[in-house]
């Protein structure tokens, strides 16, 4: 019997969505999913969290919040565990902020799941110390992410990347006639 590496995934949801529709590309999360924990490569999933910005609760956001609460239910639906973190309004904007609860999660959740490998699903340079840390404890760290928008700082912290083009080239295109919805300053597609 093959001993399989157990595998954490850890996305920035924001982050991939902003990265899919730079491909014009909407995002599937079970493509993401089975390509980073595919058990022919000898992975096991033991968990995948997406963490997603929510808009605040106020009126000139209530499409956009419904288009994110729809996605969210989806995805828990589908079995991912998803976080989500309430927006705060600026200006005709929000700005949310999940990188501290991602990067506090992916520690915690490390120590008491004991992964062999954590992915992490973003190219957010802010979370080079996080694969610093979690190489420390003697975790494989890979950064799964597509060039444009993988940070340097990420990069190099980390074991490998895995270079999200190939999966994003087997996702569906945008519907470039829908409206779509704002995250903070980027468009985001519908599930």
Do not use: C
């Not at 493509?31 to 980073?36: E, I, P, Q």
């Not at 973190?85 to 915690?108: L, P, R, S, T």
Request: hydrophobic residues 40%; without cysteine.
């Amino acid at each position: 019997m093959v001993n399989l590496h157990r595998v954490m995934v850890i996305a920035d949801g924001d982050n991939a969505f902003m990265a899919a529709q730079n491909f014009n590309r909407k995002i599937n999360w079970h493509k993401v999913r089975d390509y980073l924990a595919d058990p022919k490569e000898g992975r096991e999933l033991i968990e995948m969290v997406i963490y997603l910005g929510l808009p605040p609760a106020r009126e000139r956001f209530e499409e956009q919040r419904k288009s994110k609460e729809k996605f969210i239910y989806w995805a828990r639906s589908n079995g991912f565990l998803v976080v989500a973190k309430e927006g705060k309004a600026k200006g005709d904007d929000y700005e949310n902020n999940v990188d501290v609860v991602m990067a506090i999660d992916a520690m915690e959740l490390s120590l008491e799941l004991k992964p062999d490998i954590v992915v992490l699903v973003t190219g957010d340079s802010d979370f080079a110390y996080l694969a610093e840390k979690l190489r420390r404890r003697g975790i494989r760290v890979e950064v799964a992410s597509v060039e444009q928008s993988l940070g340097s700082d990420l990069k190099n912290s980390a074991n490998s990347v895995v270079d999200l083009t190939e999966v994003f080239d087997k996702f569906d295109q945008h519907d470039t006639s829908q409206n779509y919805h704002r995250i903070g300053s980027s468009n985001v597609f519908d599930i």
